[in-house]
């Protein structure tokens, strides 16, 4: 009896031990335990791009614009566009096809 | 027309371009008129004598549709050259930014006139040339430029 005492209290000890094992083993770790500490990421801002559809890309930079302004910016983006490939057209080099304009879209 | 031969008519004599103005019927648009929409069956190309057009295509701006200006055509220049390229569609919008005249000449008007008179046609055949490779030629370029911006948004 004594003897089976003994080997029951040794087994559950043993169990005790290997649980501790398993659950330090697969338990998180302290330094993922604090997620709200870490600091958010910050969204680049994209430029709106005439071409792209709005899709993924953010629109934050026009959220505030009124629409009347968006649209004036958007027909002055046009006009420059044009301007730059009638550059390039007229004198066709590398540096001609992608020069920058005043466009605010492409800022 | 109120100043000189148009884009299409350049090469012709006074009398060939006489002749061929002649096919056509002036039209008078409001401010803020369109001449035609994007899908709209194209029987008529357009001769701008006085004013300007504002050609758009549709955009999602905002949360709202908006039509985009991607040209403005003046007087001398032509629009709607949909109506001599099959499938006969615009493939623009065409509004009125000031009151403004043109000269609407129908496709099969024009057909018949220069099948009769080749010499005539072939001028006004490679003045359309002109005008449409030019479109191609500034799309083109913008699409390029555009598509460089995008490469250098992903690469950044």
């Known amino acids: 009896m004594e003897l089976f005492l003994m080997v029951a209290c040794m087994g559950m000890f043993g169990l005790g031990i290997t649980c501790m094992a398993f659950g330090a083993a697969t338990g998180p770790r302290r330094d993922e335990a604090e997620p709200a500490t870490a600091p958010e990421p910050v969204k680049a801002e994209i430029p709106a791009r005439f071409f792209a559809k709005g899709g993924d890309v953010p629109i934050t930079i026009h959220a505030k614009v009124p629409m009347e302004v968006l649209m004036f910016q958007i027909e002055n983006h046009v006009r420059l566009e044009q301007a730059a490939a009638e550059s390039f057209i007229e004198f066709p080099t590398a540096e001609m096809l992608h020069s920058r304009t005043m466009s605010p879209l492409i800022q | ?156």
């Open chain 2, 1 to 156: 027309m109120s100043s000189g031969h148009p884009d299409l008519l350049k090469g012709l004599s006074p009398e060939e371009a006489e002749r061929t103005l002649a096919l056509g019927t002036r039209r008078t648009i409001r401010s803020g008129a369109s001449l035609f929409h994007l899908g709209d069956a194209a029987d008529c190309i357009y001769l701008i004598d006085r004013g300007r057009i504002k050609l758009t295509l549709p955009m999602h701006v905002m949360g709202r549709d908006q039509e985009v200006m991607v040209e403005e055509r003046t007087p001398g220049q032509t629009v709607g050259w949909s109506a001599l390229i099959p499938p006969y569609r615009f493939t623009l919008t065409a509004t009125a930014q000031l009151d403004t005249e043109l000269i609407a000449i129908s496709r099969q008007a024009l057909s018949d006139y220069l099948a009769g008179s080749p010499e005539c046609g072939y001028k006004v055949t490679m003045n359309l040339a002109t005008v449409i490779g030019s479109r191609l030629q500034l799309f083109q370029t913008m699409w390029l430029r555009e598509m460089q911006r995008n490469v250098e948004l992903r690469c950044a």
